[in-house]
């Protein structure tokens, strides 16, 4: 690996980069344009040409109702001829490194190298799914009864989105510019439903694609309701398109991981296809607990052992929890329980539904019911990220 340096991209490696991911990808990366005044480029460079590199930008991502600085990753590639030389990792942690500088506590990653992120340290908190179904059967189980629907997106229609983005860990706080970009990459349309002179109470956002033969298949890519009667509208307005349309396809993760389809579908035969998932990483364990939401009923300290960031070790924690806010402090009292760092990940996430879920991951627990105060204690939300990037 002699005769690489590490920097961030100016204009002419920009381009090297745009080139080099179609070339690795084996076709055009849309983010690399889109993403350019956004995100930060990081690349390695070898006798002049870049070899590898990636996106990455900071913004919050809510987890416990409050939002945390999170170092997202994209379009990150080596050049073929590089590859078998653990450029990669060397490269994930230079593009962590100005992230961290800008305050990011997280790192949230979506791969398809599954294997290479948990080396990392990153961890999948919850499967994915994208679904694919009938338009015939939502019109024959929704009804949309007396919502109004609105083309395009409103202040009031963002405000909405973000209050529901609380309610789940996982989600983007979307900066200004996300709705924008998001339109412009996937040529999004977005509606609007409400109740006669009621404010905004579901977004729907999708994306086309033309059938080869006739008509075309709808993309879902934003499902935010606020009550299960705004859900049945939106619903029962895909359905509508039903002389059009076949199919609707929810793209991975847009559907929220509730039981809609489940418990109101008049014959239940959704199609359901799994994804690479998201994979969460804690980066600086004290400020990332710190700036969580946590539950205000709940008050303990739990002594813990976590990881250390060689993996050669644990460091011993006492976690205090009260009020809806917690430290974690280093302490020499044994710890009830042991988390590997990706463990740790997907506990902080509310992957863990429940202490024998944790345990099957290989948790170790001296106490069970420390075990189950941990797990209840960031298992108030679920784990969601409908965001991509």
Not at 153 to 160: H, K, N, P, R, V
Not at 324 to 338: C, N
């Amino acid at each position: 690996m002699s005769g690489l340096t590490f920097a961030p991209a100016d204009d002419d490696h920009w381009r090297q980069y745009d080139a080099l991911a179609t070339r690795a990808y084996g076709h055009k990366v849309g983010d690399i344009t889109h993403l350019r005044e956004h995100a930060h480029l990081q690349v390695a460079i070898r006798n002049g040409q870049v070899a590898a590199g990636g996106l990455g930008f900071v913004v919050d991502q809510f987890f416990g109702g409050r939002p945390v600085p999170s170092a997202c990753l994209g379009a990150g590639c080596v050049a073929p001829e590089e590859r078998g030389q653990h450029l990669a990792a060397r490269m994930t942690a230079e593009r962590l490194r100005p992230l961290i500088d800008r305050g990011a506590v997280i790192s949230t990653h979506s791969t398809s190298s599954n294997g290479y992120a948990r080396r990392l340290g990153w961890e999948a908190p919850v499967q994915v799914f994208a679904w694919t179904v009938s338009t015939d059967d939502l019109a024959r189980s929704y009804t949309g009864e007396d919502f109004e629907i609105e083309h395009g997106l409103t202040e009031d229609a963002q405000t909405l989105q973000r209050d529901l983005a609380q309610q789940w860990n996982g989600p983007v706080l979307r900066p200004a510019w996300w709705s924008a970009w998001k339109e412009n990459k996937s040529t999004l349309t977005a509606y609007r439903f409400n109740r006669p002179g009621r404010p905004t109470a579901g977004v729907l956002s999708l994306a086309t694609k033309r059938r080869e033969r006739h008509g075309m298949t709808l993309v879902v890519h934003d499902f935010w309701a606020a009550d299960q009667p705004a859900t049945a509208a939106m619903l029962a307005f895909l359905g509508r398109h039903n002389t059009r349309a076949e199919t609707i396809e929810f793209r991975r993760g847009a559907l929220p991981p509730y039981p809609t389809l489940l418990h109101n579908l008049h014959r239940f035969r959704p199609h359901a296809e799994s994804w690479h998932p998201w994979m969460l990483r804690i980066l600086d364990i004290p400020e990332a607990i710190r700036l969580r939401g946590w539950p205000s009923d709940l008050t303990t300290a739990v002594p813990i052992e976590i990881e250390n960031e060689r993996g050669d070790a644990s460091d011993r924690w006492m976690l205090h929890l009260k009020a809806g806010a917690a430290e974690i402090v280093p302490t020499r009292v044994e710890g009830q329980v042991a988390f590997t760092r990706r463990q740790l990940a997907v506990w902080y996430a509310g992957g863990y539904r429940s202490a024998a879920s944790a345990s099957m991951t290989g948790i170790h627990a001296a106490s069970e019911k420390a075990l189950a105060t941990l797990v209840r204690s960031t298992a108030e939300f679920e784990p969601w990220l409908p965001d991509h990037f």
